[in-house]
C-alpha cells in the first residue's frame, strides 16, 4: 500500500543548529502537508505544497517539495526550545485523498 | 482553542464497560475524523464521514462504533476494548475530504485496564 516515510525518528540538538526531516512516498502526491505535535499534545497544521519544487518558508522554518512530488523536507535553521515536538508530513492517499501520515521526526533541543 | 473540541481529555475504562468520546467543530468543515495514535506508530485513520456519511472505516474492529449526527459532531463509542487499545484518540476536521488540511482537537488520553 501507499507509504510515507520519514527519517530520522529523532534528533537531539543544541540550541541554535540547524535541523531537518525528510518525507518521502512510495507514489507521487498531490500535495504535502506538514505538522507539528508538541509533548503532550496535539498535532498542528503548519503548511501545504502543491507544486513540483516548491520552496516555502516562515520564519526560520523553510519546506521543500521535490521535482518529482514524491519527497520532502523541513528545515529549522538555528533551533531554538520552543521548537521541540514531533514534525509530521501526511499526503493524500492515491485514491480517497484521505491523508497519510508519517512516523513523524522526534526533536529535542538542548539549551 | 482549535475549534475542533474533544471530551473527556482523560478516560480510563475495564474491559466490560461502556464508553463515549465525543468531537465538537466549530469551523462549519463538511469532513471529520477519527485518528488513533499509539507509541511509536504513526497516526492511523479510523473513520471519515463526509457531510455527515461515513465514506471510510479503515478496518477497524467493531468494538470501536462511530456516529455522526450532523457535520459538527462525531462520536466514538467504545465497549469491550482490549489494553491495546490504549491510545491517544485524536478527532479532526477539514473543510472537505479532498486535500485539504486537517484540524485536530486536543484528543481523548485513553486507558483500558
Known amino acids: 500500500g501507499q507509504q510515507v516515510m520519514q527519517i530520522p525518528q529523532y534528533q537531539h540538538v543544541q540550541e541554535g543548529e540547524d535541523f531537518t526531516t525528510y518525507c518521502n512516498s512510495s507514489t507521487t502526491l498531490s500535495n504535502i502537508q506538514w505538522y507539528k505535535q508538541r509533548p503532550g499534545g496535539h498535532p498542528v497544521f503548519l503548511i501545504q505544497l502543491v507544486k513540483s519544487g516548491e520552496v516555502k518558508k516562515q520564519k526560520r522554518l523553510t519546506f521543500q517539495f521535490g521535482e518529482a512530488k514524491k519527497n520532502s523536507s523541513l528545515h529549522i535553521t538555528a533551533t531554538q526550545t520552543t521548537d521541540v515536538g514531533t514534525y509530521f508530513c501526511?499526503?493524500?492517499?492515491?485514491?480517497?485523498?484521505?491523508?497519510?501520515f508519517g512516523a513523524g521526526t522526534i526533536l529535542r533541543v538542548k539549551s | 482553542e482549535t475549534g475542533v473540541t474533544q471530551t473527556p481529555r482523560h478516560l480510563v475504562m475495564g474491559m466490560t464497560n461502556k464508553k463515549s468520546l465525543k468531537c465538537e467543530q466549530h469551523?462549519?468543515?463538511?469532513?471529520m475524523y477519527w485518528y488513533k495514535q499509539s507509541a511509536k506508530k504513526p497516526l492511523e485513520l479510523m473513520f471519515v464521514?463526509?457531510?455527515?456519511?461515513?465514506?471510510e472505516n479503515n478496518s477497524v474492529p467493531s468494538r470501536f462504533s462511530p456516529e455522526c449526527p450532523n457535520s459538527s459532531h462525531l462520536f466514538l463509542h467504545l465497549h469491550t476494548l482490549q489494553p491495546e487499545d490504549s491510545a491517544l484518540y485524536l478527532c479532526?476536521?477539514?473543510?472537505?475530504?479532498?486535500?485539504?488540511?486537517?484540524?485536530f482537537g486536543q484528543g481523548t488520553r485513553l486507558t483500558v485496564v
Open positions: 501526511a499526503g493524500p492517499m492515491e485514491y480517497g485523498n484521505k491523508l497519510v
Open positions: 469551523l462549519g468543515h463538511n469532513a
Open positions: 464521514y463526509n457531510f455527515k456519511e461515513q465514506t
Open positions: 479532526a476536521s477539514s473543510p472537505r475530504v479532498e486535500n485539504t488540511e486537517a484540524f
